[in-house]
């Protein structure tokens, strides 16, 4: 696949070698562990094939405060079913207040309207042990389930550590879900608490969700109390709704110093959700201690956020990188939070909050930046970036040309940190290190303590520089406790381990370079078997970018009864351009020379929208169900979308198929 080796955008200078969390760990290993891995490969390769020992340096090295002694590390190396750290007792939130600090803020807040402010340490702690004594007096006890519809504003940071200071379990939906995407999700858990604004401003747009909360509330019939928190209006009130108190009573009760309930390593934290694009969202449980070891290693020697430094992330509560947000906070950064659209009023938005917050970490996804780039910005013309030290891409595949933007648009001595994981870790499998260049298109390192490999449909590694699939041969801490509702397990063996027993499969098709980087080319359930060669629907997309006209795309391959195939190409189409003849042929001609003749679809259609999830995900398997003729109940649940009226076009479409 490699034909050459790129160009490195970025390389660590001697400051940032010498400060670099990594190389504080890597002479702690030395000094107190009489072990010399003064190399990352090596740094690697043992934490991997020694997990056990590692983690528990990550442990130690950390000073995780545990209430109790654990009886051993690991149980050993089976997936699923290896248990860690037994015996231990510990608190997430506990870490985090460990930061607390006079000489910067705790959360720096900014919405689309220009509203916000900040909320130092010490508030954030009184408003924490308030809301802990609010939900204490209305029956939440260890384990019972407290949820949010909430964006990300400071009610929700301080609502979630309140929760997990006091052991119950925490879940949130962004407002921008549909009734029947929350309860799907929500019902499943049975909360007792739900946390909820009366809507929200989007685009410029206001949005009265008062309607839908009801609709919630009526159906989860577990619930026990509202908190209610007047946002788009203020002065909404609730109607219609079960027992109910104002946000701004809750974080006025009477409480002492905020204090830290100790719970078992495994003790449920927060519940995420897959997608759900054919069916119920999977409810996906991560603990106290698996996300607490996993957070505390990523965020600093991945990311290197240093006390003081201002990290931030675009993202909804419904996205798992708003809880790796909230995670920032145990380095002891201030978090800076935005609320609406990244557009919103126009495309540099970001990179002005960015100016105006001094944000040192500024993480997006790889289509903003892409956006950026097709709409000829350069922030570095108009914006003052000097604090901005590093920035972080995930969500999709980041191409070259998303890498050479940033470099030339952004800041030449930036460090640009492409990362991938998802939902199921909570977190990044690679990424970011500060320690290593930026190669143009390529993520940085797997991880440590993440033992990626990329494996054949046999389970053999295929050659460094070729494509298989990712895999995880070892346990990690953060890999989910289990499922809700899913007694035997049986739910979470067929979503990591059914292709190959006891290994993770994660479902994206992965390149590991000579260079020991990363290539990741889309989902390999979204994969183009085309004539017997696999393509890689990444490969596709990002050749498209280079077409103007081209605003988005959706690339399927259909495979028919007779063995043939078929590969239809649908385009979305930047206002006023027409798919005439022309422009059918320079796509075909773009995708032949930059990728090869299998990459030419037979047919090439206009769309007037491409399906989403809610979470940003292209919805390729389930309009391949579509033009399939599947029955739309088992291709597709439109309540997992974020623009369900998208999917009508291919619904149509499917109809003119014979």
């Given at each position: ?243 109910t108190t104002l946000w701004d009573e809750a974080i006025q ?96 938005a970001l990179w002005k909050l960015a100016e105006q917050t ?301």
């Amino acid at each position: 696949m490699l034909e050459r080796e790129p160009p490195i955008l970025w390389a660590p200078d001697d400051k940032t070698r010498e400060n670099a969390h990594l190389t504080r760990y890597m002479c702690w290993l030395k000094e107190q562990k009489r072990r010399s891995l003064d190399h990352y490969p090596a740094l690697w390769a043992w934490s991997v094939e020694y997990p056990a020992a590692f983690w528990e340096t990550v442990w130690e090295y950390f000073q995780v405060i545990s209430y109790a002694p654990y009886e051993r590390v690991l149980s050993g190396y089976e997936m699923p079913g290896a248990r860690w750290f037994e015996g231990a007792a510990l608190n997430y939130a506990e870490h985090i207040f460990r930061c607390k600090t006079e000489k910067w803020p705790a959360l720096i807040f900014q919405n689309e309207q220009g509203q916000g402010g900040q909320l130092s340490w010490a508030e954030l702690e009184r408003q924490v042990a308030a809301l802990a004594q609010f939900f204490r007096q209305n029956g939440v006890q260890r384990g019972d389930r407290v949820v949010a519809y909430l964006p990300n504003t400071p009610h929700a940071a301080i609502a979630v550590l309140a929760a997990m200071s006091i052991g119950a379990v925490w879940s949130s939906c962004s407002p921008d879900f549909g009734a029947n995407s929350v309860i799907d999700r929500f019902a499943q858990i049975e909360p007792k608490i739900l946390l909820t604004v009366d809507g929200y401003t989007y685009n410029g747009k206001p949005f009265d969700k008062r309607s839908v909360v009801r609709d919630i509330c009526r159906q989860l019939p577990s619930l026990q109390h509202v908190v209610f928190i007047p946002y788009l209006n203020e002065r909404a009130r609730p109607e219609g709704l079960p027992k109910t108190t104002l946000w701004d009573e809750a974080i006025q009760t009477p409480a002492g110093p905020l204090s830290f309930e100790p719970l078992p390593f495994e003790h449920p934290l927060w519940v995420l959700y897959s997608s759900g694009t054919t069916g119920v969202p999977k409810a996906i449980v991560h603990s106290h201690g698996g996300n607490l070891l996993e957070h505390l290693k990523y965020l600093h020697f991945h990311n290197d956020i240093h006390p003081g430094e201002r990290f931030f992330w675009y993202s909804t509560t419904g996205w798992m990188m708003w809880n790796f947000t909230i995670g920032s906070l145990l380095t002891g950064a201030t978090a800076v939070l935005y609320d609406g659209s990244p557009a919103y009023p126009s495309l540099d938005a970001l990179w002005k909050l960015a100016e105006q917050t001094r944000i040192t970490h500024f993480g997006t996804s790889a289509p903003f930046i892409m956006s950026c780039r097709k709409a000829d910005l350069s922030p570095r013309e108009t914006s003052d970036l000097s604090a901005l030290r590093g920035i972080g891409s995930t969500g999709s595949p980041l191409p070259p040309e998303g890498f050479r933007w940033v470099y030339e648009h952004i800041k030449p001595d930036v460090w640009l940190s492409s990362m991938a994981g998802g939902t199921d870790v909570c977190t990044a499998w690679v990424g970011g290190n500060p320690l290593l260049p930026v190669y143009e298109g390529e993520i940085q390192c797997r991880c440590l303590g993440c033992a990626m490999e990329s494996w054949d449909e046999d389970g053999r590694p295929v050659p460094l520089g070729e494509v298989g699939e990712m895999v995880v041969t070892r346990p990690m801490p953060s890999m989910p406790v289990f499922f809700w509702n899913d007694p035997d397990g049986s739910k979470y063996r067929s979503s990591y381990f059914e292709h190959y027993p006891g290994v993770w499969r994660h479902g994206d098709w992965l390149c590991i370079t000579p260079r020991q980087t990363l290539i990741i080319l889309g989902r390999s359930d979204a994969t183009l078997n085309r004539q017997g060669v696999r393509i890689g629907t990444a490969e596709i997309y990002r050749a498209l970018d280079q077409i103007p006209e081209i605003r988005d795309a959706l690339i399927l391959n259909i495979e028919r009864s007779d063995g043939s195939d078929w590969m239809p190409l649908f385009v979305l189409l930047e206002p006023g351009v027409i798919l005439d003849e022309n422009l059918q042929q320079r796509i075909r001609q773009t995708l032949r020379t930059t990728c090869s003749p299998r990459h030419v679809p037979d047919a090439i259609f206009a769309a007037p929208d491409i399906p989403y999830t809610i979470s940003g995900k292209k919805m390729e398997t389930p309009v391949k169900k579509i033009l399939q003729k599947k029955p739309l109940e088992k291709a597709y649940n439109p309540d997992s979308m974020r623009n369900p009226e998208a999917m009508q076009f291919f619904i149509d479409f499917a109809q003119t198929l014979s």
